[in-house]
């Protein structure tokens, strides 16, 4: 990975997947709703649809992918995520923030709504978040 915002995409990726896969199994509604949050929330707000957005929405979609076709734990995402996330805290802005949350929130409560799993997460994120 060549810069630092190709890593924060990555490392969405890697969160979304975990939120998705928290109670072991992904559902065709959370794919759908993923996609469209992603498409929806982490444009550029200042040019629609511009190369960086567009590369950067391809590569949070593509990790997702790459980890749903192995199966990938969500612990192990999670953890990677908040590894990243420590490490960079300049990036996380207030606006990044709200955008990761609802974004969570939103694959989370696409089937079925919340389950146990996925609200252990969310409050994982959530804790992580306000540090």
């Not at 649809?49 to 076709?69: D, P, R, S, W, Y």
Request: proline share 1%; hydrophobic share 40%; glycine share 2%.
């Amino acid at each position: 990975m060549e810069n630092i915002k190709e890593k924060l995409h990555h490392n969405l990726g890697k969160l979304f997947y975990a939120v998705a896969m928290a109670d072991k199994k992904i559902e065709v509604e959370e794919i759908t709703v993923f996609k469209t949050e992603i498409r929806n929330r982490w444009g550029d707000p200042d040019v629609k649809q511009n190369e960086l957005a567009v590369k950067g929405h391809h590569e949070i979609i593509n990790v997702f992918t790459q980890l749903q076709a192995i199966t990938a734990e969500s612990d192990s995402c999670f953890n990677e995520f908040s590894e990243f996330y420590n490490e960079h805290k300049n990036l996380f802005s207030t606006d990044i923030k709200k955008r990761i949350w609802n974004t969570a929130q939103a694959i989370a409560l696409s089937f079925a709504h919340k389950n146990k799993s996925e609200l252990i997460l969310l409050a994982k994120l959530k804790i992580l978040l306000e540090k």
